[in-house]
């Protein structure tokens, strides 16, 4: 799987938890019924984000699984507590990371990022034992900013294109991937409860602006688009005064 840098996860995390919807949140905890001592799997857990996130509004005796690829990530994460960490590679060892006992499964940021094959078996493992999951800010293709250039379309339409590359799972769904992910469920006998979740970066946020616009940048200049540099330089030069919005789904999935 492809991996993310400890500062990139830091400097979004913000804007992640203010994006989260609390909807789609309140209605898996409502699910969750009040139960204490709930085991918690977070699949691709990065730096923990989603345990602060979603602890906080969950019952207490939580027991988490956090699992990523990336030991350096995980090392990162405080444990005990109810926290344990395991390093597994998601696209080669899915069964194993979903052995264990649990009540629920979640993730963030992670189904734009793997194939379909791949999702259909996580699916199939997750509604076998009719578990909930809680999946967060799945980008969903639309990105948009204030003031417009006139590259805008072409570079995010570049981007969408790069996003359905190899990112360690097959060809990956990329915009395509939370939608896909509801669909399977709903066949599984699920109910979904989906809402936005997007991130809208303001005057103030320069700093994820210009991370972003570069990792943009040169992910369409990877699918050959033109003038994505010119589009970057651009970019930049009104980045303070630049209202992004980019678009992204949380849903939890229930067996009915």
């Not at 923990?48 to 969950?58: F, K, N, Y």
């Not at 444990?79 to 264990?100: E, F, I, N, S, Y």
Request: with cysteine.
């Amino acid at each position: 799987m492809t991996g993310f840098s400890a500062a990139w996860l830091a400097l979004r995390e913000p804007h992640d938890h203010r994006a989260r919807n609390a909807d789609v949140r309140r209605a898996l905890v409502e699910r969750m019924g009040g139960r204490t001592g709930l085991a918690i799997v977070d699949l691709a857990c990065g730096s923990g984000s989603t345990h602060r996130a979603l602890s906080p509004h969950l019952p207490p005796g939580q027991a988490w699984r956090m699992i990523d690829n990336d030991a350096a990530l995980l090392d990162t994460i405080a444990k005990g507590d109810g926290v344990t960490t395991v390093q597994c590679d998601l696209a080669r060892d899915l069964d194993m990371a979903l052995r264990a006992p649990a009540h629920l499964v979640v993730t963030s940021a992670l189904l734009d990022l793997v194939s379909d094959g791949w999702l259909e078996r996580l699916v199939a493992t997750i509604a076998r034992r009719r578990l909930p999951f809680y999946a967060a800010l799945s980008y969903d293709g639309l990105t948009t900013f204030d003031p417009v250039d006139p590259q805008d379309d072409a570079v995010v339409a570049a981007v969408n294109l790069h996003q359905q590359g190899d990112k360690g799972f097959g060809p990956a769904l990329g915009p395509a991937g939370a939608a896909r992910a509801m669909e399977r469920f709903r066949g599984a006998g699920y109910e979904i409860v989906a809402g936005r979740s997007d991130w809208l970066f303001e005057s103030a946020d320069e700093d994820i602006k210009r991370e972003c616009v570069g990792g943009w940048a040169q992910a369409a200049g990877e699918t050959g688009a033109p003038s994505a540099e010119g589009w970057q330089e651009r970019r930049l030069a009104l980045l303070g005064r630049t209202r992004i919005r980019v678009s992204h789904v949380d849903f939890v999935a229930v067996p009915r």
